[in-house]
C-alpha cells in the first residue's frame, strides 16, 4: 500500500485535517471554519485566528483518528501549508506538523497553498489530465497558470491589485453585507434583475491575461452612494457586481485557452464556489469543445484534504526529508516552486 498522507491547512480562517492515501483516496478530513469568530469584526483578525488554530488543531486530528481508526503510527508523512498566508496561523500547522513528524520520524513536506488549491480538482471524478488551465480565485490570489503536471506551473496572468475574492468581499461590505461577503452577496444577487446597473469591467481589452479590481470597488462606492437603500435596490447592485467580475473572469479564462490552445479548464479557490460563475464557464467553454474542472463545493474554500493530497503527490516524485528546521513563508510566488523542483 502506499504511504498515509497527514494534510495540516492552517494559513487563514480555517483548520483543515485530513488523511489521503493513493489507492484509497481521501480517508477522512475535518474541518473548523473561524468565520462566525471573524464575522463581528468585519474581517480575519490575524491574532485571533493563530489563536483558534492552536486551540482545533490537535482536537481535529484526534477526530480524524477516531473517524478512521488510523493511528498515529500508521502514518507516512505530514504535510503542512507553509504559505502563503498569514504568518502567526501558518506558524501553528507548521510547528504542529514538523513536531509530530519528528517524534513519528517521518517526514515533514511544507506545501504551497496555492498549489493545493489548483490540484484539489484531481480529487474529484473526472479528473481533469495535463496539462490544464487553472484560473485560481480566492480571497488573496487571481492568477491564471498553465500546468503540464506536478510542481510544472507557468504564470500566464494575475490580478494587479485586489483579488477576486476580495473584489467580492469588499463590494459585499460597501452593500452592508457581512464577512465573507462573496456568498452573501451571491445570495443578494439572486434576487436582483440583471443590467439594470453597468460596472466597469476593468483590464477586459488589456490584450493579456491580467486583471485589476481596484476601479470596480470604487464604482461600487459611487453607485451605493447615489442609490436609495431599499432591498431591491441593494439585490440590484449586488448583481451588477456579480456580472461584472464573472465577465472579467470568463473572458480571461477563456483567452488563456485561447492563448495556450489547451482545452481543460480548472476553476480552484473560494471564489470557484460562485454558482454564476460556474454556469457561465460551464457554458463558454462548452461551445469551445472545452470542458471545466470543478473540485467538490466543500473543497473550494480552504481545507486539509487539498493540502494531504497534494503532499501525497509531492511524496509520490520525491521521498520527504526528515529535517524538521521549518520556517514559513507569508509570501511565496507559486512560480518558484516550479524552480526548486
Ligand atoms: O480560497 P479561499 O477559501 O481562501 C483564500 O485562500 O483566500 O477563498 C475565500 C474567498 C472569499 O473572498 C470569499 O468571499 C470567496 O472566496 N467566496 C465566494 C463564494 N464563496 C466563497 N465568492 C463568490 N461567490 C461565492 N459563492
Ligand atoms: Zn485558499
Given at each position: 500500500?502506499?504511504?498515509i498522507t497527514r494534510g495540516i491547512e492552517s494559513?487563514?480562517?480555517e483548520t483543515g485535517i485530513a488523511l489521503y492515501?493513493?489507492?484509497?483516496?481521501l480517508l477522512a478530513h475535518a474541518l473548523h471554519t473561524q468565520?462566525?469568530?471573524?464575522?463581528?469584526?468585519?474581517?480575519?483578525?490575524?491574532?485571533?485566528?493563530?489563536?483558534d488554530h492552536v486551540r482545533r488543531v490537535i482536537p481535529l486530528i484526534r477526530q480524524v483518528v477516531r473517524e478512521t481508526g488510523v493511528s498515529m503510527?500508521q502514518i507516512?508523512?505530514i504535510?503542512?501549508?507553509?504559505?502563503?498566508?498569514?504568518?502567526?496561523?501558518?506558524?501553528v500547522g507548521?510547528?504542529v506538523a514538523?513536531?509530530l513528524?519528528?517524534?513519528?520520524?517521518?517526514?515533514?513536506?511544507?506545501?504551497?497553498?496555492?498549489?493545493?488549491?489548483?490540484?484539489?480538482?484531481?480529487?474529484?471524478?473526472?479528473?481533469?489530465?495535463?496539462?490544464?488551465?487553472?484560473?485560481?480565485?480566492?480571497?488573496?490570489?487571481?492568477?491564471?497558470?498553465?500546468?503540464?503536471?506536478?510542481?510544472?506551473?507557468?504564470?500566464?496572468?494575475?490580478?494587479?491589485?485586489?483579488?477576486?475574492?476580495?473584489?467580492?468581499?469588499?463590494?459585499?461590505?460597501?452593500?452592508?453585507?457581512?464577512?465573507?461577503?462573496?456568498?452573501?452577496?451571491?445570495?443578494?444577487?439572486?434576487?436582483?434583475?440583471?443590467?439594470?446597473?453597468?460596472?466597469?469591467?476593468?483590464?477586459?481589452?488589456?490584450?493579456?491575461?491580467?486583471?485589476?479590481?481596484?476601479?470596480?470597488?470604487?464604482?461600487?462606492?459611487?453607485?451605493?452612494?447615489?442609490?436609495?437603500?431599499?432591498?431591491?435596490?441593494?439585490?440590484?447592485?449586488?448583481?451588477?457586481?456579480?456580472?461584472?467580475?464573472?465577465?472579467?473572469?470568463?473572458?480571461?479564462?477563456?483567452?488563456?485557452?485561447?492563448?495556450?490552445?489547451?482545452?481543460?479548464?480548472?476553476?480552484?479557490?473560494?471564489?470557484?464556489?460562485?454558482?454564476?460563475?460556474?454556469?457561465?464557464?460551464?457554458?463558454?467553454?462548452?461551445?469551445?469543445?472545452?470542458?471545466?474542472?470543478?473540485?467538490?463545493?466543500q473543497?473550494?474554500?480552504?481545507n486539509g484534504a487539498?493540502i494531504a493530497?497534494?503532499?501525497?503527490?509531492?511524496?509520490?516524485?520525491?521521498?520527504?526529508?526528515?529535517?524538521?528546521?521549518?520556517?514559513?513563508?507569508?509570501?511565496?510566488?507559486?512560480?518558484?516552486?516550479?524552480?526548486?523542483?
Amino acid at each position: 500500500m502506499s504511504p498515509i498522507t497527514r494534510g495540516i491547512e492552517s494559513s487563514c480562517d480555517e483548520t483543515g485535517i485530513a488523511l489521503y492515501q493513493a489507492e484509497r483516496g481521501l480517508l477522512a478530513h475535518a474541518l473548523h471554519t473561524q468565520v462566525a469568530m471573524h464575522s463581528e469584526y468585519g474581517g480575519v483578525v490575524p491574532e485571533l485566528a493563530s489563536r483558534d488554530h492552536v486551540r482545533r488543531v490537535i482536537p481535529l486530528i484526534r477526530q480524524v483518528v477516531r473517524e478512521t481508526g488510523v493511528s498515529m503510527a500508521q502514518i507516512n508523512a505530514i504535510a503542512y501549508t507553509q504559505g502563503p498566508g498569514l504568518g502567526g496561523a501558518l506558524l501553528v500547522g507548521a510547528s504542529v506538523a514538523n513536531a509530530l513528524a519528528y517524534a513519528l520520524d517521518i517526514p515533514a513536506i511544507g506545501i504551497h497553498h496555492l498549489e493545493g488549491h489548483l490540484l484539489s480538482p484531481l480529487l474529484s471524478d473526472p479528473a481533469p489530465e495535463f496539462p490544464f488551465v487553472a484560473l485560481l480565485v480566492s480571497g488573496g490570489h487571481t492568477q491564471l497558470m498553465r500546468v503540464d503536471g506536478v510542481g510544472q506551473y507557468t504564470l500566464l496572468g494575475e490580478t494587479l491589485d485586489d483579488a477576486a475574492g476580495e473584489a467580492f468581499d469588499k463590494s459585499a461590505k460597501l452593500l452592508g453585507l457581512g464577512y465573507p461577503g462573496g456568498p452573501a452577496l451571491a445570495q443578494l444577487s439572486a434576487s436582483g434583475h440583471p443590467g439594470q446597473y453597468k460596472l466597469p469591467r476593468p483590464m477586459l481589452h488589456s490584450g493579456n491575461l491580467d486583471f485589476s479590481f481596484s476601479g470596480l470597488k470604487t464604482a461600487v462606492l459611487t453607485l451605493v452612494k447615489q442609490s436609495d437603500d431599499n432591498e431591491q435596490t441593494r439585490a440590484n447592485i449586488a448583481c451588477a457586481v456579480q456580472e461584472a467580475i464573472v465577465d472579467v473572469l470568463a473572458s480571461k479564462a477563456r483567452a488563456a485557452l485561447t492563448h495556450t490552445g489547451l482545452s481543460r479548464l480548472v476553476v480552484a479557490g473560494g471564489v470557484g464556489a460562485n454558482q454564476s460563475l460556474r454556469y457561465r464557464l460551464s457554458e463558454d467553454v462548452g461551445k469551445r469543445g472545452g470542458a471545466v474542472f470543478y473540485p467538490d463545493l466543500q473543497f473550494c474554500t480552504d481545507n486539509g484534504a487539498m493540502i494531504a493530497f497534494a503532499g501525497a503527490l509531492r511524496l509520490a516524485q520525491q521521498p520527504g526529508k526528515k529535517d524538521y528546521r521549518f520556517n514559513v513563508k507569508p509570501r511565496w510566488n507559486l512560480a518558484e516552486i516550479t524552480e526548486t523542483l
